[in-house]
Structure formats: C-alpha cells, structure tokens
C-alpha cells in the first residue's frame, strides 16, 4: 500500500523584480550549493560600479525567493540604490548542498554571496527564516553589517503559531516518508514515477517544513552583542508570537520595534512601503 501522497513544499512563485538587473550568477558554497544570485541596481550601471558598502541585501522567508521583496527593490533601485539578493540554498534556483540545514548555515550562505561578489559591508533586510539570517548575521558577522530591518523572526520553534490548516509537521514526516518509500524502491510497475513527488523533490520539502519546526534556538542574551541599527517588524496579525518579538526587540540595545497595523506575516509583499521606511530611518 502506497503511503501518503504529499504536496510537496514548493518554492511560490512571484514576478522577478523590474529594476535593472547588473548581474546574475550562481555563488558555490564549500559544501556544494549553487546559490542563484541577483544584483539589481541603479539605471545605466555596472557590476564596476558595485559599491562595497552601503547596498541592501534581502533575506527571504522559507519556501521562498527573493521576488519575495520584489516591489522593496524596485523602489529601492529607482532610488538610486544597489540590491544584492539570492534565492536560500534548496529553495528558488538555488541547489540544496551537502550540510545539514540550519539558520546558522543560511547566514554564512550570505557571507559566501558578499564574499564572492566583493562586498564588505550591507544594510540586511529580512523576513521571516530570512529575519532569523539578519539576526544572526549582526550578531555573529558584525563586520559585515550595517545596519538590519529583521520582519516576522522567532526565536524559537514555538515562536511560530502553527495554522492548522497548514499542517506543518503532517506535511514534513509526509514528505520525509515519501522520499524513503521512494528510495527503497517500493512504488508498483503501475505506477510511473514521474507523475508523483520523486524522493530528492520529497526529502527536501520534508527538510525545509522541518527546519521550521526544529529550529532556530537562539538565546536572546547572546543578542546583546549586537550593536549596529536594528528595527525589529511585525505584522499586526502576524504568526509569530508577541512575547518572543518582544524579547527580541528588548534585548538589542536601542532596538525599535515596529507592528505594521493590518498586515499578517508576509510583511516585504504586504507593506514594501513600511520596510523601505524602516530602512530609510537607517541611512
């Protein structure tokens, strides 16, 4: 008998940015991901005229890309300002490695992208798995950070109100046992595989909805350290939970807390307006 069918986690699919695209490329990890990466910029520019310090990377939310903040650099860019983006490592065009998924290792992805394209320092927007990244990235590579606007992070994997609807964790061990059946060669002769989820598309799916539910564990004591400008975001109805965006805001020194009135979770989509100003506030 055929286990559960699952839905596989797909990446959501948003319209690429409109603002000039500089370059396009895909950024190797030492363990092996290919990080598709984006650098999107002023008009009638250059990849020379990239500057060191001062462009805008975003960080998007798992299951993601970083179309996510799609309207955020457009009007970034007809601003005059340089954005560097990528899709996480398992998630967009970006392929999954060989290490074991974790926030930490989703940060030093981002160093990895700045490294390769020749930049010290950036102003980090990010949302989501992407506002854990930001955290971590001024506490852990405060060299390399301006300043961060971190929107809908938890600090725990109970920080996150888990919509039933959703079904997290049915839909990770669904996955996670799908991709075993699949692999021990347990599907029938009826059954053409290629009209099912395959086991790498599975396991993934499996491992993005577990990172979720395993992960992160932060201490927000060891956010103290942090001392370049934060403004922590969350949505009105957002689905992370009040008592840990609030221990995060408190334990950034001079950190602001922004709640963005009617808007849920999917702050960069919802309200780019709010995010540009907080990063506007940084400048």
């Given at each position: ?11 959501r699919i948003y319209a690429h940015p409109a603002a ?107 949302h989501s798995d992407g506002g854990i990244e930001a ?17 809908g992070a938890n600090l725990t994997p109970d920080g ?124």
């Amino acid at each position: 008998m055929l286990p559960r069918i699952p839905a596989p986690y797909r990446t959501r699919i948003y319209a690429h940015p409109a603002a000039p695209l500089i370059a396009a490329r895909r950024v190797a990890t030492p363990d092996g991901a290919l990080l598709a990466t984006f650098v999107y910029g002023p008009e009638g520019a250059g990849m020379a005229d990239l500057p060191a310090e001062g462009a805008v990377m975003v960080l998007h939310g798992n299951g993601g890309t970083h179309a996510t903040y799609t309207a955020v650099i457009e009007e970034l860019c007809a601003k005059g300002m340089w954005v560097v983006a990528f899709d996480a490592r398992a998630q967009g065009q970006s392929t999954r490695g060989s290490l074991p998924l974790t926030y930490e290792l989703l940060a030093e992805d981002a160093v990895c992208v700045l490294d390769a394209l020749g930049v010290s320092r950036v102003h980090a927007l990010g949302h989501s798995d992407g506002g854990i990244e930001a955290l971590l990235l001024a506490r852990d590579h405060a060299d390399r950070i301006v300043s961060i606007v971190a929107g809908g992070a938890n600090l725990t994997p109970d920080g996150v109100v888990d919509d039933p609807a959703w079904d997290t964790v049915g839909s990770a061990a669904a996955n996670l046992a799908w991709s075993d059946f699949v692999d021990g060669g347990g599907l029938p002769d009826a059954i053409d595989p290629t009209l099912l989820p395959s086991a790498e598309e599975a396991r993934i799916s499996g491992e993005l909805l577990s990172l979720m539910l395993e992960e992160p564990h932060i201490d927000p004591a060891s956010l103290s350290s942090i001392a370049c400008a934060v403004t922590v975001m969350v949505g009105e109805f957002d689905c992370i939970r009040d008592d840990e965006t609030v221990a995060i805001a408190r334990a950034i020194p001079q950190a602001k807390l922004i709640v963005v009135p009617g808007c849920g979770h999917s702050i960069p989509r919802q309200r780019p307006d709010a995010v540009i100003w907080a990063l506007e506030q940084q400048l």
